[in-house]
């Protein structure tokens, strides 16, 4: 049995990954958090007794050693959303925490997406640096194993906000609320997908594994843009306006807006202080990377796909088919 740390345990990904770690009822679980928050108190499958899993910290490498130490952590998962300076300064200290714990074995940085280390050519979205750059700090680790854990796009956005997740909304390529679509090209870019709480259990069941390739990944469905569309018209029953968009318009941000992401940059401002031109940037930036063919995980070379893996050893994850028609089927 191991000890596992998730830093950003209480995030939207984060708290699928510890729930899905204490779910298996292996593991002593514990989440590092900058909040004083009470976390629920669990019993250890190590020594039967009841303790307190939210580790409090400032993720400065000398407070990450001593914590890590003082629970025998065995694995650290990092959950953030990288998408600052401080974030990705936060995982370098962890990294470098980690390598100097004797007690750490394994390491999960934050990618949960696709191959970040490319050309903007393949995946122009900007915030990947931060990924890389961590990705560098660690590669230069010599202690530690680690993996790179790919689903692809969640899938989750697609049944939303019918479907329970703990994303928060947006749209992307299709509005099935508003049976529309706004496709790059001729639609026919395919793209990977895991729902989220599929993502969290296959990364639990990772733990399992003897040795860690470089790269795992989750994939449940692939499928072209052309499809995704024909999945939400056959849910809903009816026929959406499809708009095709060159992928340089999807560069400039010079984008046609689905309306429900239009609603949504009203509806938080908190969220997108910039209003829609934020919002417009982070929908154009991924869908040029689908476009770009940075999401079909198909092509991935030298990787371990748990899905098959574990095939017959646990439940299937849910296809997007599923998720759509749960979503937006007819009745629904």
């Avoid at 590669?139 to 790179?148: A, I, K, N, P």
């Avoid at 639609?187 to 989220?196: K, L, Q, Y």
């Avoid at 239009?262 to 940037?281: N, T």
Wanted: charged content about 25%; some cysteine.
């Amino acid at each position: 049995m191991l000890v596992v740390a998730v830093a950003g345990g209480l995030g939207d990904l984060g708290r699928l990954i510890t729930d899905a770690l204490l779910d298996t009822g292996k593991y002593e679980v514990y989440v590092l958090s900058r909040k004083a928050v009470q976390g629920p108190n669990c019993t250890s499958p190590l020594t039967g007794s009841s303790y307190s899993s939210v580790i409090q910290t400032d993720y400065s490498e000398e407070s990450l050693v001593t914590q890590l130490n003082e629970k025998n952590v065995n694995v650290v998962i990092c959950a953030f959303i990288m998408d600052s300076d401080a974030v990705c300064d936060a995982q370098i200290q962890l990294i470098h925490a980690a390598d100097r714990c004797a007690c750490v074995q394994r390491f999960v940085p934050s990618e949960f997406n696709v191959e970040y280390d490319v050309g903007d050519n393949f995946l122009p979205y900007p915030e990947k640096k931060y990924h890389i750059m961590s990705r560098k700090e660690l590669e230069r680790t010599t202690t530690l194993e680690y993996t790179y854990f790919y689903p692809g796009m969640f899938m989750d956005y697609f049944g939303m906000p019918r479907v329970k997740s703990n994303l928060r909304p947006l749209c992307f390529f299709i509005d099935p609320a508003k049976r529309q679509a706004v496709l790059p090209s001729d639609g026919e870019a395919r793209m990977s997908m895991t729902f989220t709480t599929d993502a969290a259990r296959y990364l639990a069941l990772a733990l399992e594994l003897e040795k860690w390739p470089r790269i795992i990944s989750t994939v449940a469905s692939t499928v072209s843009l052309n499809e995704l569309v024909r999945l939400a018209e056959r849910s809903v029953g009816h026929p959406f306006k499809v708009h095709y968009q060159p992928v340089s318009n999807l560069l400039k941000h010079e984008t046609v807006d689905l309306p429900t992401n239009v609603e949504i940059s009203k509806q938080y401002p908190g969220r997108f202080p910039q209003g829609l031109d934020q919002l417009r940037g982070l929908i154009a930036d991924l869908e040029a990377g689908v476009a770009l063919g940075a999401y079909d995980l198909t092509k991935l070379d030298n990787h371990l796909d748990l899905v098959k893996a574990f095939e017959g050893k646990t439940p299937p994850p849910r296809r997007v088919g599923e998720v759509i028609q749960e979503g937006w089927g007819v009745g629904e």
